[in-house]
Antibody
């Protein structure tokens, strides 16, 4: 069974940093691209960032470009999102999602999410 | 705000057919695949349709997708109470160099 389990969320002050992790199982991790998608409670989905299967290609939403960094550790089957200079607008539930292909072919499997709250 | 526009709500009685539109542009839907997700309350999104009109295994054939130019649609036929959920479209945007999601549509079964 394919599983994605996010962690690392929590309460953080504006301007600080946080790193999210997504541990995966049940599939060949380094064959697939991966993504982060967030959702403010009661609001819609917002794609945040994606990374190709071999880490050679990454992409970011304009809202996080220059502040967030997506990486992956294939040996640990883990996806990361390093978030810096956080603002209250970054408060959301952050989902990890698997791409349907090595890169940029839509998202098929999603984790249950980890909550990030940015507040003073 | 999102570059993909969906109606905020749609409804129907059990057994009816409901259609949800997703309006984009030449930088996104027109030249890229569209994906549809169902999000039940308190749960993660679930893939319903990929590559415009393909259903993953396990998704009932009551769900179908189509695309024409810069717009796409999701149809739910034989509406059932368990179809009450939020539905989102998404696609790659060539100008933004990233994925964009639709504004979301809440489907209510009357």
């Amino acid at each position: 069974e394919v599983q994605l389990v996010e962690s690392g969320g929590g309460l953080v002050q504006p301007g600080r940093s946080l790193r999210l992790s997504c541990v995966t199982s049940g599939f060949i991790f380094d064959d697939y691209g991966m993504h982060w998608v967030r959702q403010v409670p009661g609001k819609g989905l917002e794609w945040v960032s994606g990374i190709s299967y071999n880490s050679e290609s990454t992409a970011y939403a304009d809202s996080v470009k220059g502040r967030f960094t997506i990486t992956r550790d294939d040996a640990k089957r883990t996806l990361y999102l390093q978030m810096s200079r956080l603002t209250v607008e970054d408060t959301a539930l952050y989902y990890c999602a698997r791409d349907m292909a090595p890169a940029w072919d839509g998202m098929d499997v999603w984790g249950q999410g980890t909550t990030v709250t940015v507040s003073s | 705000q999102s570059v993909l526009t969906q109606p905020p709500s749609a409804s129907g009685t059990p057994g009816q057919r409901v259609t949800i539109s997703c309006s984009g542009s030449t930088s996104n839907i027109a030249y890229n695949y569209v994906y549809w997700y169902q999000q039940l309350p308190g749960t993660a999104p679930k893939l319903l349709i990929y590559k415009n009109n393909q259903r993953p295994s396990g998704v009932p054939d009551r769900f179908s997708g189509s695309k024409s130019g810069p717009s796409a649609s999701l149809a739910i036929s034989g509406l059932r109470s368990e179809d009450e959920a939020d539905y989102y479209c998404t696609t790659w945007d060539d100008s933004l160099r990233g994925y964009v999601f639709g504004t979301g549509t809440k489907v209510t079964v009357l």
